[in-house]
């Protein structure tokens, strides 16, 4: 069987590391003749899908911008080139990544003939329903792509009902893909602190491209300036990087916490920066399963990286905290 794994992100996250678990996948069964799109701009992406394969180097596509995301799907150009680059495949099965209904659905446009087509989704929530700019245009153009799915496999229970409240033409079978369980290196704790050059106050992180709009960047800030009134030894500390970074230093500087936060910028391997803190906050406004949820559950209780223990507004013993938005408290 012929399989193309397509994918044209602009950046590396928990989607495209999804994708290359399961490219490694693929790669070693005999019964697959595996082949791999991918944009040779997105450096980190190319270089991890390439270990995956087994070596293989993916074929070049232009990677689709992030503003106005399913405008791009529409931009005639594009598609030119696409068709350009994969002439002379005839896959039987077209794997595409979906970040998002709206994202890296740009070969869906050009169904390939006799090929079967299968979309790995990894945010199910509509545009509009998530408050987009644009959001009911962006759906409805996402909406006329994701008609051209044979299948699409969902992270979670939950993403299929809501796949089927936005997305859903009956044609579409739509599945749950159960994640593996990752696995995650024992750091000791103190030598991660010291070579990420924190102290050794109570610490809660937060991991992820910074993004206000998405990863709720923002409401990490507001929950730490409610929580350092009663426990002025908290430490905060953020491992990733992104477009919001100079928007995070100047609320941090309006609000009096820049010396309580540590940006820490990109952190590999990520199981150092798990040993460094004590919890894992999550306050994304929306997600598919957050692979970074799953790898913190996965640090063994009691191993030298295993969250320590301490009070905030009662006993804490989880690995992670889910922060909420809107009209609810910050944590």
């Keep these: ?26 790669s070693q069964r005999s019964s697959i003749d595996l082949e791999i799109a991918a944009p040779a701009s997105n450096i980190a992406l190319t270089q ?30 594009r598609r030119h080139r696409l068709g350009q680059a994969l002439k002379g495949l005839e896959p039987d099965v ?14 869906l ?7 079967k087509t299968l979309g790995l989704l990894h945010v199910p929530g509509s545009p509009r329903a998530l408050g987009f700019r644009l959001g009911a245009i962006r759906e409805r153009l996402a909406r006329h792509v994701l008609a051209n799915l044979d299948s699409v496999g969902v992270l979670s229970e939950s993403a299929i009902e ?13 599945h749950h893909l159960r994640l593996p369980r990752p696995k995650v290196e024992v750091w000791d704790r103190v030598e991660a602190r010291r070579s990420l050059g924190l102290s050794n106050a109570p610490l809660i992180g937060i991991a992820g491209r910074l993004s206000f709009k998405q990863k709720g960047h923002d409401t990490f800030v507001e929950a730490a300036e409610i929580l350092v009134r009663g426990q002025p030894e908290l430490r905060f500390a953020v491992a990733g ?3 919001d970074r100079s928007r995070l230093e100047r609320l941090l500087e309006d609000r009096g916490l820049r010396q309580q936060f540590d940006l820490l910028g990109h952190v590999t391997p990520i199981e150092r920066f798990f040993a460094a803190v004590d919890v894992i906050a999550i306050p994304s406004r929306f997600e598919g399963l957050p692979v970074i949820a799953l790898e913190a559950l996965e640090v063994p209780q009691g191993s030298p990286q295993a969250p320590m223990g301490f009070e905030m507004s ?3 013993s989880g690995r992670y905290l889910q922060m909420t938005h809107g009209n609810s408290p910050p944590l």
């Excluded at 069987?1 to 693929?26: H, P, Q």
């Excluded at 991890?48 to 150009?77: N, T």
Aim: contains cysteine.
């Design 94 to 107: 077209l794997l595409v990544n979906l970040p998002s209904a709206e994202y890296g659905g740009l070969p």
């Design 162 to 174: 809501i796949y089927r409240h936005h997305w859903d033409n009956g044609a579409t079978a739509i």
């Design 48 to 77: 991890a899908l390439c270990r995956a394969g087994d070596g293989m180097s993916p074929i070049d596509v232009k990677a689709q911008p992030l503003p106005l995301a399913a405008v791009h799907l529409f931009d005639p150009r």
């Design 314 to 316: 009662g006993p804490w």
């Design 241 to 243: 990087e992104g477009r």
């Design 1 to 26: 069987m012929k399989v193309l794994a397509y994918t044209d992100s602009e950046i590396f996250s928990g989607a495209e590391m999804v994708l290359c678990d399961l490219v490694r996948g693929l």
């Design 109 to 115: 446009r050009r169904r390939m003939t006799g090929a």
